[in-house]
């Protein structure tokens, strides 16, 4: 039994499924992507343009779904951007009633974890108001902040993790693929987080190591990922292995599948390659099951 914490909801669908909407072929993508400014090009430029109604939404939820469960996937947390409904020009209810549709039609495959997703670019005044409606809805059970880690510091943040975490939620942010350890323990001590996405640079310094092992948070790494946007040169590279012999916790993920192309079979194929043993990866994916009954 496979999990996958650490997902954006619209990119975790096979890129055939922008094809399909589009009605054309879309640019190759590259192995290796020159930087994280040229990542968000070919995204901005190819994919988002192409998503243009609440169907277009719907069918690209539809195959990240069906695309988990091929993948044997039982249980994913799925982020979604506070500003999809805006994208589309439909009212967050009209959005929550698509993502709850279609949650409802896999529930007997696959249980999902619906998270509100907040880019570090959208102003956090704005950001909070967004906050506040959506989990309010109550269908959502966690919350990621990512995009460009050089945007904003941890504390523009706070008044919405204080309102997710007054209100039950998972709380998770990217933090430390590019970013420095300290900016890690930072960002976990201010807004008190349960789970980091990446986090990988934690490596830099053993004191972050120690404080994360010995704090029990998570970190949710996409091996792929981090490879292709140059977050680490090679698997063989990867600091993984040394996170998780220093004790901390890590559970393996996809990340954009519709843009990296690597499914959670592929990436278990990557653990080893980067000197997992059996029993490691055992107790990698066991990490990942630990948390499916956590924020219910």
Avoid at 82 to 87: E, Q, R, Y
Avoid at 141 to 156: K, N, Q
Wanted: net charge negative.
């Amino acid at each position: 039994m496979k999990t996958d914490l650490h997902l954006h909801g619209l990119l975790s669908a096979p890129l055939s499924i922008y094809e399909e909407i589009a009605g054309w072929s879309l640019p190759k993508l590259p192995a290796k992507f020159e930087s994280f400014e040229s990542f968000n090009d070919y995204l901005f430029q190819n994919l988002i343009l192409i998503i243009q109604s609440p169907e277009h939404v719907r069918k690209i939820i539809r195959g990240a779904f069906q695309r988990l469960i091929d993948d044997d996937v039982v249980y994913a947390e799925e982020s979604f951007d506070v500003m999809i409904p805006d994208l589309i020009q439909v009212s967050s209810e009209a959005f929550f009633e698509i993502l709850t549709d279609e949650k409802k039609r896999v529930s007997s495959q696959i249980e999902i974890g619906l998270e509100v997703g907040m880019s570090r670019k959208t102003p956090p005044a704005l950001l909070f108001q967004k906050v506040r409606e959506w989990v309010s809805s109550k269908i959502f059970s966690s919350v990621d902040l990512y995009d460009d880690e050089r945007v904003g510091l941890a504390e523009d943040f706070v008044e919405s993790y204080r309102f997710c975490e007054s209100s039950g939620l998972k709380l998770k942010a990217h933090v430390g693929e590019f970013g420095s350890a300290h900016s890690v323990k930072e960002y976990v001590e201010t807004l008190h987080l349960n789970a980091v996405q990446h986090g990988i640079r934690s490596v830099d310094d053993p004191s972050v190591m120690d404080y994360l092992a010995k704090k029990g948070t998570i970190l949710n790494i996409c091996p792929t990922s981090n490879v292709a946007l140059g977050a680490c040169p090679s698997y063989q590279t990867h600091p993984a292995k040394k996170l998780f012999d220093a004790g901390v916790k890590i559970t393996i993920n996809t990340d954009d599948y519709a843009l990296f192309g690597a499914s959670l079979e592929d990436e278990l194929k990557h653990l080893s390659e980067m000197g997992f043993s059996e029993n490691d990866i055992a107790q990698i994916l066991q990490n990942g099951l630990n948390q499916r009954s956590l924020f219910p």
